[in-house]
């Protein structure tokens, strides 16, 4: 029975999912979906990218949390629309909460969202949220196993970004045994090893988005 149920959820959401897709391809307006674990540092990401791409494009935010709304207020400050959802327990986002908040942004005056997932390598990267583009976030005070733990999140994602890497020396963390695990069942995707602290690894990781964007506002 909750087999059945559960793919009825899916399959509910990629209707959904299909809908803000389209909606936002009307008004030209590329979705990122930030995905990775709780202090993975997904909002310094956003944050530093933030930064680096406004002066070329007009950047919404949407940041999930199960509550609270420290993330919403930290884009806010720079001067970025930006919306917090807080899902009350619920351990990702749906197609439909992106669905609903759409009206609260000018979608005529953005280029791309930005969408802060719930803190979690699991239930995130079973749902499409009908973004454009998917990024894992794995930190390296997280471990290098993770990959074979929880392969979906990796298989199901369009680039993935090893945060925290000034943090290499301190930590017992494989960064061959993560990029061999991640071409395992992701081949193609590419990897980038990025601080958010000293910049190392942004400009590569930036470009690597700026293009994404530029592809999908032709």
């Known amino acids: 029975m909750e087999i059945k149920v559960l793919h009825q959820v899916m399959e509910w959401n990629q209707d959904v999912s299909s809908q803000v897709r389209q909606t936002l391809k009307g008004h030209k307006v590329c979705l990122i979906n930030f995905m990775g674990s709780p202090g993975a540092g997904k909002t310094s990401l956003i944050v530093e990218l933030i930064r680096r791409l406004r002066s070329e494009y007009s950047i919404g935010v949407i940041e999930g949390d199960i509550a609270g709304q420290i993330d919403a207020d930290r884009i806010a400050a720079l001067d970025i629309p ?15 909460s992106i669905q609903n908040i759409l009206p609260c942004f000018n979608l005529d005056q953005l280029d791309v969202i930005f969408v802060e997932n ?36 990796f298989t199901d994602t369009d680039c993935l970004v090893l945060n925290k890497c000034d943090m290499l020396p301190y930590f017992d963390f494989d960064v061959e045994r993560v990029t061999g695990d991640y071409r395992g069942v992701n081949p193609q995707a590419p990897l980038f090893l990025v601080s958010t602290r000293n910049g190392q690894g942004m400009e590569e990781l930036t470009e690597r988005i700026r293009g994404q964007i530029r592809a999908f506002l032709q």
């Open 118 to 153: 719930i803190g979690n390598l699991v239930c995130p990267a079973e749902f499409d949220i009908g973004e454009n583009f998917r990024i894992t976030i794995l930190s390296i005070p997280e471990g290098d196993d993770k990959v074979a733990k929880y392969p979906l999140m």
């Open 82 to 96: 930006a919306v917090q959802l807080n899902t009350d327990g619920a351990c990702h986002i749906e197609a439909m």
